[in-house]
């Protein structure tokens, strides 16, 4: 019950919605300037190997300014393991009133899942191969120029690693011209030495103990070099969930994992084959082994709260990275 509990609370309300793709087309190629629903397909894959896996549709919400123009830059918007939900809406807002087009997709729908309160029915890479496959779809698009990934959360692990080029090109030729996760779940690593191209932002509440910070200052730590291409904020106080106003008051769940073991066996990389895999080697490659790895890479308890302050660092930071980003 305290777990329905926390992807209410994290999620905002729940809607009740059907899936739009039923009688929706696909779409292969844009070229529309309105508002609407877009289906496209994606690969229904927990990893980076996609052999014998099968394409399924999924969808996305097309926002465009009101104010019209030749050209616009976009941002992708990936939610995290609460899915789709109203407390996202001002990041839309925020990113057209800047004059961006945003495509928010929905990851659980065309999965028949309404959330995830395992952590574990798909990965932070699922995310990351349908927004590359987003990606692809607003590459087609006579009108849009640069493009941007956001993504919360288990969402979040695709923009940290959309910034390795060992990551993005087994994935298309494209790649986003700048990437933000915001409380992201930071377990992943490459080698020190890995090549980088897309700039990177990570926005973290020091007070985090869902998905604790340290291992995103790891990163940034480890992958800081003279390009400057990959930037760190820490919060101070900030919780997870900070910019949630239906967390207000704060709650805490004293079962709730806190992913603060940092280890070989809770750092995870791709194989070569495309894999997930811990750094001693093990695969997780689904839901039954990253339960078993989230359990042993854990402690109970965690306190989740809104704060505005972090909300308004967040949204500031967000406008500002973008503008210096898709200037260079």
């Known amino acids: 019950m305290r777990y329905l509990v926390l992807i209410f609370l994290l999620s905002g309300c729940a809607i009740l919605r059907t899936d739009p793709c039923d009688s929706y087309k696909v779409s292969s190629s844009l070229e529309t300037t309105r508002n609407q629903t877009i289906c496209f397909k994606t690969i229904d894959s927990y990893d980076l190997n996609y052999s014998g896996k099968r394409n399924i549709k999924i969808y996305g919400k097309l926002f465009f300014p009101n104010k019209k123009s030749k050209k616009y830059n976009a941002v992708i918007l990936s939610h995290g393991s609460g899915g789709l939900r109203r407390y996202h809406k001002k990041y839309v807002d925020l990113l057209i009133s800047n004059g961006y087009v945003v495509f928010q997709l929905d990851h659980y729908m065309g999965r028949g899942i309404k959330y995830d309160k395992t952590f574990s029915k798909v990965s932070g890479i699922t995310f990351m191969n349908d927004a590359y496959y987003a990606l692809n779809l607003l590459r087609t698009h006579p009108d849009i120029k640069k ?4 993504g919360w959360s288990q969402g979040g692990v695709g923009p940290i690693l959309s910034h390795f080029d060992d990551i993005t090109i087994r994935l298309t030729k494209n790649n986003f011209d700048a990437s933000i996760a915001i409380y992201p779940y930071c377990g992943f690593t490459l080698n020190k030495d890995a090549a980088t191209s ?4 990570m926005i973290t509440g020091k007070s985090d103990d869902l998905t604790p910070e340290q291992s995103c200052k790891n990163i940034h730590d480890k992958f800081k070099r003279d390009g400057k291409k990959i930037e760190f904020i820490s919060i101070p106080e900030a919780r997870h969930g900070f910019d949630n106003p239906f967390l207000f008051f704060g709650i805490t769940f004293d079962n709730l994992p806190s992913l603060n073991i940092i280890s070989d066996k809770c750092t995870l990389t791709i194989s070569e084959e495309g894999k997930i895999i811990n750094l001693l080697g093990e695969i997780i490659d689904g839901p039954i082994e990253s339960e078993k790895l989230l359990l042993a890479c854990s402690t109970p308890g965690v306190k989740v709260k809104y704060s505005s302050t ?9 406008v500002s990275f973008l503008k210096r980003r898709f200037a260079n």
């Open 198 to 201: 897309t700039p990177l932002l």
């Open 147 to 150: 493009i941007a990934y956001v």
């Open 310 to 318: 972090a909300t308004d660092i967040t949204t500031e930071a967000i």
